[in-house]
């Protein structure tokens, strides 16, 4: 069983916003570090953000700083990223993560636990 499961992708067009959402199975606090990671077509899977499990340590990929946030609701077993001002080039499948030594881990194949994905189009 997957314990991760997102929520919210879609399309939308150049410089708007979205919200994904990943639901966990059972409690937030029990995976630590959660994060998101993102795939485009034909490119690798990379690092999108980053968060701790009290949410006061959070880790941006350059290319999204100051346009996305990840925040995370530990009552609700919920992790989201508010996204912003988004571009083409913002276009990808993206997935959740949970369980990594720290919010600075990049590396996809150090994190554990992975959700489905949802696809999210950005259309110039």
């Known amino acids: 069983q997957v314990p991760l499961e997102e929520f919210g992708g879609g399309l939308v067009q150049a410089g708007d916003s979205l919200t994904l959402s990943c639901a966990v199975s059972?409690?937030?606090?029990?995976?630590?570090?959660m994060g998101w990671f993102r795939q485009a077509p034909g490119k690798e899977r990379e690092f999108v953000a980053a968060i701790n499990w009290s949410g006061d340590s959070r880790n941006y990929a350059d290319s999204v700083k100051d346009r996305f946030t990840i925040s995370r609701d530990n009552t609700k077993n919920l992790m989201s990223l508010q996204m912003s001002r988004l571009r083409p080039e913002d276009t990808a499948v993206y997935s959740c993560?949970?369980?990594?030594?720290?919010?600075?881990?990049?590396?996809?194949?150090?994190?554990?636990?992975w959700g489905q994905g949802t696809q999210v189009t950005v259309s110039s």
């Open positions: 059972g409690r937030t606090t029990t995976y630590g570090i």
């Open positions: 993560a949970a369980v990594a030594p720290n919010t600075a881990t990049m590396e996809p194949r150090r994190w554990k636990y």
